[in-house]
């Protein structure tokens, strides 16, 4: 899937878009934008990491997750406006090739999904200390259903299929860092089996080269990589089930979880989309 796909009358203009100001002042200093671009990425990932984890009821765990949100918001907030801008000069002045690349219809969809999770389930959930709003559900929900578009494209994308790995790789240290005990063994035991039926699978039986066979192996091995990642995060949420805070409703927890789980990798996944470009 990319936008040419969607919107094949609008290429006359796409393709006349780095002649139109700024892009044509933007695009021979496309690398000072680039490295803008990143930062931002970077801030707001951090931002990310971290309010994700609180929701989770890991890492600062010290401060309620009103408190943590209302000191990382300035963050945060320039963070998505530092991607947003400088995306969109970036885009500008590269539109023919991100005209016709599904990673940018995976980052872009993947951007829109993360605005919506961050502002819309994950804030409202933080600012009530994890308590469960009708707004967050709906938000959640909303940015969730965007999100696994870009995930079904990444997964079936070809060339750009191994980026999706950078996703499962967030993932699997995410759940590594939370668990506890013998879970943690367990779940290293099932993540280095998988790992290594992926190195058979693509170094030994598969042919160097071979991308008809390699893409399904690919796609295969990450849907089971994917369900024990996503098992072992279910079986630690409820066997731990510990609440956010001691005034937190139980009932909001495992919600509250799901939303730190997906407010970081939301935006892992736009970045991983964002570097497989270059190879579409």
């Known amino acids: 899937m990319k936008f040419s796909i969607l919107f094949p009358n609008l290429r006359t203009w796409v393709l006349h878009l780095d002649k139109v100001w700024p892009a044509y002042i933007v695009k021979p200093n496309f690398a000072y934008w680039e490295v803008l671009h990143i930062l931002s990425i970077v801030i707001l990932g951090g931002c990310s990491i971290l309010l994700g984890l609180r929701l989770i009821g890991y890492g600062l765990t010290e401060e309620k997750p009103s408190e943590l949100y209302r000191n ?15 995306g969109v000069l970036i885009g500008m002045a590269n539109a023919e090739k991100l005209y016709d690349s599904p990673a940018f219809f995976v980052k872009l969809v993947s951007l829109v999904a993360g605005v919506i999770i961050t502002y819309f389930a994950m804030r409202p959930l933080a600012l009530a200390d994890g308590e469960v709003t009708p707004r967050s559900v709906v938000g959640g929900a909303l940015g969730l259903a965007v999100w696994a578009i870009g995930l079904w494209v990444f997964l079936n994308g070809g060339l750009m299929t191994p980026g999706f790995f950078h996703v499962m790789t967030a993932a699997a240290l995410i759940v590594l860092f939370v668990t506890r005990g013998r879970l943690r063994w367990i779940y290293l035991a099932g993540v280095a089996t998988a790992l290594a039926v992926f190195f058979l699978a693509t170094h030994v039986v598969i042919a160097w080269g071979d991308l008809k066979h390699a893409d399904p192996a690919n796609v295969a091995i990450a849907v089971i990589l994917g369900l024990w990642i996503a098992g072992i995060a279910i079986v630690q949420t409820l066997v ?41």
């Open 240 to 280: 731990n089930r510990r609440n956010l805070d001691s005034e937190t409703p139980d009932r909001g927890a495992l919600y509250a979880k799901l939303i730190g789980y997906a407010v970081i990798l939301v935006w892992v996944c736009a970045a991983a989309a964002g570097r497989w470009i270059a190879y579409d």
């Open 72 to 86: 990382l918001k300035l963050w945060l907030h320039t963070g998505v406006i530092g991607v947003t801008v400088t």
